[in-house]
């Protein structure tokens, strides 16, 4: 099952004849692991709606939820602080939360905030390239 979900940010107006920036969030479930993953900005306008889906997904009883930054083209400081509850969420919950680094762009953000060090990144050097974790033995 894959699920997207957009969202059009009218930001832009329109008066000048460009495209307004859409926004989206894919949803590939995989057994007790689902990846989320926005495509677009993730800011202001957009970080309630990503907010949104990942609490539900987390609440739906998924045990880990990986965060696919890969798509994204911008976060903001309301984008990065929807990430970190949802961190804080999960771990309340007992419920893994990896991230999946985006472009440098994105990822500049974290590394600003010296947040890269604390979040749960999924690094590039372990194998998988962003792959979906395995899942839990139970």
Known sequence: MRRSWQYENPADGGSDGRDVDQFRVEIAPDRDVVRVSPVGEIDM???GELAAEMQGLRQSGFACTVLDL???TFID???LHAILDEHA???ADGVDFKIVPGPPQVQRIFDVTGL???LPFL???NGNNGAM???RPR
Do not use: E, I, Q
Request: aromatic share 0%; charged share 15%; net charge positive.
């Open 133 to 135: 974790p395995s899942p």
């Open 70 to 72: 890969r798509g994204a």
């Open 89 to 91: 969420a999960a771990k």
């Open 45 to 47: 306008s957009t970080a």
């Open 123 to 125: 690094n590039g050097g």
């Open 77 to 79: 400081s309301t984008g």
């Open 116 to 118: 890269a060090a604390r």
